[in-house]
């Protein structure tokens, strides 16, 4: 069973910036494509960046040039640098390890802009 853990989450003005950490237990970790997703009242969760095993990146349209995913392997760790917040990215933000046919989902961290 993978944990997978994440934090950074808290409240932050229009226009800022906060980081997002998720850090997954594991010896292959290297091995895992990882996701950040993120569900708001009343809506679907849906995919917010993803990064794989080597290293390629994807993000939602909502997001491109303001968010960055990123990974430490030696750390176990993915990361989520979110820039210029909007309040619409208020939510709950999920991380998500593949591998294989398998997924493990954390348990979720608060996102909340608001002036």
């Known amino acids: 069973q993978v944990q997978v853990v994440e934090s950074g989450g808290g409240l932050v003005q229009p226009g800022g910036s906060l980081r997002l950490s998720c850090a997954a237990s594991g010896s292959i970790f290297n091995t895992y494509n990882m996701g950040w997703y993120r569900q708001a009242p009343g809506k679907q969760r849906e995919l917010v960046a993803g990064i794989t095993s080597g290293g390629r990146t994807n993000y939602a349209d909502s997001v491109k040039g303001r968010f960055t995913i990123s990974r430490d392997n030696a750390k176990n760790t993915v990361y989520l640098q979110m820039n210029s917040l909007k309040p619409e990215d208020t939510a709950v933000y999920y991380c998500?390890?593949?591998?294989?046919?398998?997924?493990?989902w954390g348990q979720g961290t608060q996102v909340t802009v608001s002036s």
């Open positions: 998500n390890a593949a591998y294989s046919r398998h997924e493990w």
